[in-house]
């Protein structure tokens, strides 16, 4: 069975940094995909970044694009979500999802991913 554990959550004023981290494990492939999503209160959630477990691709949301960086350490089973200049509007709960498919592309939907963590708070003060 497949469990996938986000930490690294907490609260930041604005401007400032934080790293998430998603640790899966169980079964995973090398050609899988991480991806991060967020959930703010009364929102749909969003996809923030994807990353495939082997290669270089990596995808961002507009709103993360310049300020985050997705990584990986597949010998950890681990990806990293860190986030710099950090806004209020980034308040969320943070999920990481993993999809088991193998896809060209990263995608961008929930519904494509399979597994998902508990998520993690992060709050940003202004």
């Known amino acids: 069975q497949v469990q996938v554990v986000e930490t690294g959550g907490g609260l930041v004023q604005s401007g400032g940094s934080l790293r998430l981290s998603c640790a899966a494990s169980?079964?995973?492939?090398?050609?899988?995909?991480m991806g991060w999503f967020r959930q703010a209160p009364g929102k749909e959630r969003e996809f923030v970044a994807g990353?495939?477990?082997?290669?270089?691709?990596?995808y961002y949301a507009d709103s993360a694009k310049g300020r985050f960086i997705i990584s990986r350490d597949n010998a950890k089973n681990t990806v990293y979500l860190e986030m710099n200049r950090l806004k209020p509007e980034d308040t969320a709960l943070y999920y990481c999802?993993?999809?088991?498919?193998?896809?060209?592309?990263?995608?961008?939907?929930?519904?494509?991913?399979?597994?998902w963590g508990q998520g993690t708070q992060v709050t940003v003060s202004s």
């Open positions: 999802a993993l999809d088991i498919n193998w896809r060209v592309r990263i995608p961008t939907s929930g519904a494509e991913y399979d597994y």
């Open positions: 990353i495939k477990l082997s290669g270089e691709t990596t």
């Open positions: 169980g079964r995973t492939f090398s050609r899988n995909t």
